[in-house]
Structures are given as C-alpha cells and as structure tokens.
C-alpha cells in the first residue's frame, strides 16, 4: 500500500442519517458495520488503569489522549468525546473504499448522500463486499481500484473512536490523522472535497509542526517527505498527460495503447527517480509495482491542491486559530466557483 498519508477518506455514508443508497442492501451492510463498530468502543481513560490491558497498549494510548488534548487546548478542534475512546474490530482495516471511472476518464464515478454530498468512492466493511462490487463495474467496463482504510470521520455525529488499525503507525502519525479527523468535524462543506481534504491536510501539518516543537521533537524526515513530493509529481504529470490524451479524437484502440504505454512511461520514469536519487530502493514500489489504471490515480492531488492557500490565510489571520476557523468558514459558505477563485488568488503561485 502506497503512502498512507494519501489515504485519509471521509466515508460518511456510513452513517444511519446518510441515506441515498442505491441498495438496501448496500445501507443495511453500512448501518450493521458502523453499529459493530460502536459496540466495540471502550473509553480509553478505563484501558489506562485496568490491569489486564497491555502495557504497550496503554502507552499508545496515553500518546493519543496527549494529542488529543493538544489538538483541542492549542489548535482550538472541537473538544468533544471523538478519539477519547479504543476500538478493536479485529481486522487491519476498517473500510475498503472502491473508486471507479469510464475507461478513457479521469473523472470519478460519484456517490451522493444527502448530508455529506457527493464523494468519489463507496465504501464498505467487508473487503469482500467491496470486490464483489468492483467486479461488476469492470464487467462493464469501467476502471475500479479498492483502497484499505485505517480511519475515517463521521463528522461529529458519533463519537470516533481511536482504532487498533491506527496503533500500526507511528506516534506522530496517529497525531497528525486526530487533528486531521478533527479539522473535518471543525468544518465540512458538502460536494467540495479538494477544499475539505486540503483545509484538513493544513490543519493535519500546521498542528503536527507545533506538536513537535511543543515536545521538543525533531522536525520531519526530510528525505520521506522529499520522495514523497516528487512521487506524487510524477503521478500528477502522468494524469496530465492522460486527460490530453482523452480529450483527443483518437479511436478507441489508438486511446487504449496510448493508456498503457502511459503507465509504462509513469513505471520507468518511477525507477529512474529512484535509481538515480534514492539510492536504488523507494517507498512506492509496491505501488508502482502493481497494475495501474485511472481509478488508482483518483487520490492524487486531492489532498494536497489547496494546502499552499490555507497556510496563506493562516498568515493572513496571524497564525490565530480561531480566528483561522473564521476566514475558512467564510470562504466555505461562498459558491463553490467562488470558493475556488478565492484559494487560487490565495495560492502563493498565482
């Protein structure tokens, strides 16, 4: 699985106040597992003193009330029971999501829900549940690409839990996926998720900055971060070059060899980056590795589009938190076209 970090979806369809499903079946199978889901919660202040608990559980744990106190007294998240409570479900995900697009797009198969509005992916608790339906959208032809998710928000309709599929990252990482949780909680306007993904990702990177310094850690890796943006370059590049190809008048079959020999394109120029700078071995080889189409390339860029915006406004707003909250709650209450026309303009580039 390619960088986590990339993987930070919002399934709110799993909710019982979400409705629009195309199936009862498919919201009976989301309503069962977000009741499981619940039912397996414990309050975390209770794990910290009970004897038969690991040590090296509770210690995880204390770390995620510590962030979870820093994420409420000194970025001003909400301060509620969200991530003040364990869930072991016993597995190492807890949804799979599925995206999906037409064969010659890059424009995701879209999801709506009367709350959440419209996302690109359906999500599910059982991986096989999830497979099942990505076979039958290939039957007719589309892309699909099924992700494994360790976490996700409702929005401050239940109280999130911490999950043991989190417990598998490191410290800082639990850290910095509990502000990003939180910033969706703190705001969250339906049917713009680059606007929702990149003010979550400021808050996750700003709060994990301060974090650091206020325990007095090091900053971050910055060689993995390096490798990250330049992995992720080559992808946005490559899906650059897709949407040029699309937009042509080829025929289908001429569109279909130019699709593969795109991706080949994105593996070789992939394993020249990683021979020639980081030393003949990458993060992203499994990735890479692994068949490529357009559904696999939906994540990227999401997260990260107007990131450079929100830390302008946050300049802007004097590094205040609340006040912060305030300019963004603003600009989401905006048309979407709006919206987007004021985080160009806040955009450093622009």
Sequence with gaps: MFDALLWRWVPLAVTLLLS????????????????????????????????????????????????????????GLPNNRSYRLYADIQRPFVVWNMFATAEFSLTPELHCFPVAGCVAYRGFYSQGRARGAAALLKQQGLDTYL???????????????????????????VAAVIFHELAHQQLYVADDSAFNESFASFVEHEGLRQW??????????????QQREHFIALVLA??????????????????????????????????????????????????????????????????????????????????????????VAALGKLPKIERTQALARLTPEA
Excluded at 154 to 167: A, E, K, Q, V
Excluded at 212 to 224: C, E, F, M, T, V
Aim: aromatic residues 12%; neutral net charge; contains cysteine.
């Design 20 to 75: 629009g499903c195309s199936t009862l079946d498919y919201y009976s199978h989301l309503a069962e597992g977000q009741l499981q889901l619940l039912q397996a919660r414990k309050p975390i202040s209770e794990l910290l003193i009970a004897p038969t608990v690991d040590p090296n559980l509770k210690q995880r744990l204390a770390l995620t009330q510590q962030a979870r106190d820093f994420a409420s007294a000194q970025l």
């Design 238 to 327: 490559s899906r650059t070059r897709l949407q040029q190809l699309y937009d042509s008048d080829l025929a289908p079959a001429q569109m279909r060899r130019g699709k593969q020999a795109e991706f080949e394109r994105l593996r070789a120029e992939y394993r020249a980056l990683r021979d020639s700078q980081w030393g003949g071995s990458g993060r992203y080889d499994n990735w890479i590795n692994a068949p490529i189409n357009n559904a696999k390339l939906l994540p990227f860029g999401l997260y990260d589009r107007w990131v450079p915006a929100f830390a302008a406004l946050f300049e802007q707003a004097g590094s205040h938190w609340p006040r912060f909250y305030q300019h």
């Design 212 to 225: 650091r310094a206020a325990k007095g850690l090091p900053s971050s890796d910055p060689q993995g971060e």
């Design 147 to 173: 992700g494994g998710v360790e976490a996700y928000s409702t929005l401050g309709w239940f109280d999130d839990p911490i999950l043991n599929t989190m417990l598998r990252w490191s410290d800082e990482r």
